[in-house]
């Protein structure tokens, strides 16, 4: 199966200072979209807090799928 790896850096460092952030700025519950009747992305549960986010799958495993869904440029069947 094609997974995708998300990996959030929620410290960095600008200059001298590193910032650091605890709250969460994107949440994805139960997302199921279909593209051409086939399934093409299911989301359980997803936290994206402030941060550099890294989004890393194979083709077709997702990646922008999921981009447009969280830009609001793709409707689920459900989830929110």
Same mark, same amino acid.
């Given at each position: 199966?094609? @997974? ?8 960095? @460092? ?14 994805? @519950? ?17 936290? *994206? ?17 999921? *981009? ?13």
């Amino acid at each position: 199966s094609r @997974r995708i790896e998300i990996e959030n850096r929620s410290h960095w @460092r600008y200059g001298t200072s590193i910032a650091t952030t605890t709250a969460t700025s994107i949440s994805i @519950r139960s997302v199921d979209l279909a593209r051409g009747g086939r399934p093409a992305l299911h989301v359980d549960a997803l936290d *994206l807090a402030p941060g550099v986010t890294a989004l890393v799958g194979p083709n077709g495993s997702g990646k922008s799928t999921l *981009l447009h869904v969280i830009a609001g440029l793709l409707d689920p069947a459900g989830g929110t």
